[in-house]
């Protein structure tokens, strides 16, 4: 018999670690990190529910840090079994585990240096270290083959659309499919993949943030591009915070494309992030998790001027011209968007523009924010995960059971009533 606990991203949109258990075996999917305001970040520090030892495998859907970023943790608390993801999943979540260990090394050291710690000395989460380690654990499977996992279960990745390498993860135990979407990018989307239709499951694990609303259908370049006009009208700087992977590039793409049509020409653009410059090489490296063609792959990313070295961000920061700065982190919680911010926040005329769903503002960060933020209620683009609104093929002997695992907005909405699917929220 099944057990299905969520450790994470239930009643909360970060920390998703869904554990499944049959005759004394446990396989993790996803191993994230909680996100945003103290209270949920502090739940990394809880002890784990289970012991990592009794895990015997995780299963990764894609490298965004609310699914992968508490990997360097288990590992140096005993996990010793294998990382399963696709390939490009493995590349990204590389860098970003790598770097998670670095911010999380550096913030203890502020700490410390700046002694507001309450311990005597902070330590951080993990470490470069235990970054590496997890990275040694993962074994790339290939999308659409059918693996074996410890204990008897298969695997098998799909497209998921969303970031590059991001997979819907089909679990066959016990002679039944358990299908866990990860996160889903939308359809159409101009550069990535569609998400790749599922025959058949027994249940469905949706995560669904934005499960009880639609998608908002204006048009994503347009929006950004009156943002972006607007602003340099009035001779400011757009910030945008972007997710270093997949978002950022999704940006470079909607600049390109309003670039094409001959407007923003005399805007400059700054890539700046070590890990956005790092995430834009691999999508040129990974065509099939996405439709830009090589020569096109190339011309997106290379609209910006990357800025790698902290003295050059620095410089982004004090240049007065009208200009765009796509910084990481997406979540605005780390990384050098934090000083730009800072910098810009402060006078009305600039942008900061957010384009997704973040978490509530944490205490530290800019106070100016969340106003800015608000003043671009219209540009927040949504995603919602598709793949559950969509009904099964006809050929399908349908769906017998699914499970929304979260749903902030209104965990009662039912997706699709005329489905008659059996929807459970867990908390
Ligand atoms: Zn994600």
């Not at 945008?240 to 020409?265: D, E, H, N, T």
Request: charged residues 20%; hydrophobic residues 40%; contains cysteine.
């Amino acid at each position: 018999m099944f057990a299905l606990t969520s450790l994470g991203g239930a009643g909360t949109v970060t920390g998703s670690k869904h554990l499944l258990t049959l005759d004394g075996h446990r396989i993790l999917i996803d191993c994230g990190l909680f996100q945003g305001l103290k209270n949920l970040r502090e739940l990394n520090w809880a002890p784990f529910p289970v012991d990592p030892r009794s895990i015997d495998a995780i299963v990764l859907t894609h490298a965004h840090l609310d699914h992968s970023g508490y990997l360097p943790k288990i590992v140096r608390d005993g996990f010793r079994g294998r990382i399963f993801s696709t390939d490009a999943t493995r590349e990204v979540a590389a860098l970003i585990l790598k770097d998670s260990g670095h911010i999380q090394e550096k913030d203890a050291e502020y700490a410390n240096r700046k002694a507001y710690s309450k311990h005597r000395s902070a330590l951080p989460l993990y470490g470069i270290r235990d970054a590496e380690r997890a990275i040694e654990a993962f074994t790339a499977v290939p999308y659409h083959k059918p693996v074996s996992l410890p204990g008897g279960a298969t695997l098998t990745f799909r497209h998921a659309g969303h970031i590059l390498g991001a997979a819907t993860a089909e679990i066959g135990w016990g002679g039944k499919n358990i299908l866990f979407s990860g996160d889903l990018g939308r359809y159409g989307d101009p550069v990535m993949v569609d998400p790749e239709p599922v025959p058949e499951a027994d249940y469905v694990v949706v995560e669904s943030t934005y499960g009880n609303r639609s998608h908002n259908e204006a048009d994503p370049v347009e929006q950004l591009g009156a943002v972006i006009e607007n602003t340099v009208a009035r001779g400011g700087t757009v910030v945008i915070p972007g997710f270093a992977v997949s978002r950022a590039q999704s940006l470079l793409y909607y600049i390109w494309a309003l670039k094409q049509a001959g407007r923003l020409r005399d805007v400059p653009v700054y890539l700046d992030s070590p890990l956005a410059i790092n995430a834009s090489e691999f999508l040129c490296a990974h065509l099939d998790d996405h439709r830009l063609s090589p020569p096109l792959c190339k011309e997106v990313c290379s609209i910006a001027t990357y800025v790698r070295e902290v003295d050059d961000s620095k410089e982004v920061t004090a240049n007065a011209y009208p200009k765009i700065v796509i910084s990481a982190s997406g979540m605005a919680t780390g990384g050098r968007v934090l000083h730009h911010m800072k910098s810009f926040a402060t006078d009305r005329k600039h942008t900061i523009l957010f384009p997704a769903f973040r978490p509530p503002a944490r205490a530290t960060g800019p106070r100016r924010d969340r106003r800015s933020a608000d003043a671009l209620g219209p540009c927040r683009w949504r995603r919602d995960h598709a793949l559950a609104l969509r009904p099964p093929p006809p050929t399908a002997t349908g769906f017998r059971r699914s499970w929304r695992t979260r749903c902030v907005g209104s965990p009662a909405h039912p997706h699709r009533p005329e489905l008659g699917w059996n929807v459970a929220v867990p908390r």
